[in-house]
């Protein structure tokens, strides 16, 4: 465990502040000390835990990695109210603890699913994951999304990992991008909530992550347009469930993969807002872990407790690694926004 020490006393060296999402520059490096704080104790949590942790959470990871990739290259130089250094030091330091928690874990999730691991290993890789990038056109659609196909049967996630190996290689075929007819009937259907979406969206975002349709201009821009569609659909939802307060339902974890996909990873800014992350924010526990309390963690709940998603160490309370690493996902959404409103601070000045 001595590997981390060094890593971990650097990202406790940190002060915790509260703001809100806004174009005030004040705030909003206030607001970024917040993410930050968030963000560094959750990965200290997952680093003392990462003999429990499954594939799922590390490749959560690797979409964080990512997306402080996305972030650094935006502020070389701004600094951060914690006057702990440069605030590209800190998100390098931040990066180099990801490695070496997915260093650590890889050998515990093999051993755990050799057989998942083999399927899906290519997840791990840091090269595999870049966010989208954010321009005028990156938006939501203002009307909801159809295939225009009727919903044939529920995406199970034996059906779902048939058809995200087929993508990957690792399937039967033995090819990638591979995509199969039954595949296509399950996911090009219209009528899904809730998880079954966000896994018809992963399946498309490997299909471009993969450039299976490189070499065919239209299927590629037809691609972005159902990722985009998926999104807009997802954020209804999540929309529609921020407005329950949540109240005795499992529903954190889902609403968090809403945001992380679409907000965190694929960058959809209508995702990224405020109240949402103050919802995010109260449910990280001391630990840096977060929390499904109050939730009911029945098999008919609709919660994944996915890939023998333990329950983490935490006191008793409802932690779990993979409600952690959406949050994860979701806070890197967060902080590269808020960057790139810094960065304009700056340029402003």
Not at 47 to 68: C, F, H, P, W
Not at 97 to 112: G, Q
Request: net charge neutral; glycine share 6%; proline share 2%.
């Amino acid at each position: 465990m001595g590997y981390l020490t060094v890593t971990f006393t650097i990202l406790l060296l940190i002060h915790s502040s509260s703001s809100d999402l806004n174009q005030d520059c004040v705030q909003n490096e206030k607001l970024l000390e917040t993410i930050l704080t968030s963000l560094q104790n959750s990965l200290v949590f997952l680093g003392k835990e990462y003999d429990s942790l499954n594939l799922d959470v590390i490749s959560g990871l690797r979409m964080t990695q990512a997306e402080i990739k996305a972030a650094f290259v935006r502020t070389p130089y701004l600094p951060t109210e914690s006057g702990k250094g440069s605030l590209q030091a800190r998100l390098a330091a931040m990066s180099t603890f990801i490695d070496e928690i997915v260093t650590l874990a890889k050998p515990y999730v093999y051993r755990t699913l050799p057989v998942y691991y083999n399927n899906f290993s290519e997840l791990l890789k840091k090269e595999f994951w870049a966010v989208s990038s954010w321009n005028k056109d990156h938006v939501l659609l203002n009307t909801p999304f159809s295939f225009g196909n009727n919903q044939v049967e529920k995406i199970t996630e034996a059906a779902s990992d048939r058809c995200l190996t087929e993508l990957l290689g690792t399937g039967p075929s033995k090819k990638k991008c591979t995509i199969a007819s039954e595949c296509l009937a399950i996911m090009e259907a219209d009528g899904y909530k809730g998880y079954e979406v966000t896994h018809q969206l992963l399946y498309f975002i490997l299909i471009d992550r993969l450039r299976c349709f490189s070499y065919d201009r239209i299927r590629h821009q037809r691609n972005d347009y159902v990722i985009k569609g998926l999104c807009s659909n997802i954020f209804q939802q999540a929309s529609d469930l921020s407005k329950t307060e949540f109240n005795g339902r499992i529903d954190h974890d889902l609403f968090m993969e809403q945001i992380a996909f679409c907000g965190g990873l694929l960058g959809y800014k209508e995702f990224l807002r405020s109240d949402w992350l103050n919802y995010i924010l109260s449910w990280q526990l001391d630990s840096g872990c977060f929390s499904v309390i109050n939730s009911k963690l029945s098999e008919n709940s609709g919660y994944r407790r996915k890939r023998m998603d333990v329950k983490l160490a935490d006191g008793g309370y409802g932690c779990f690694g993979h409600c952690t690493a959406v949050a994860v996902i979701s806070l890197g959404g967060y902080l590269r926004e808020t960057v790139a409103t810094m960065k304009t601070c700056i340029e402003w000045n």
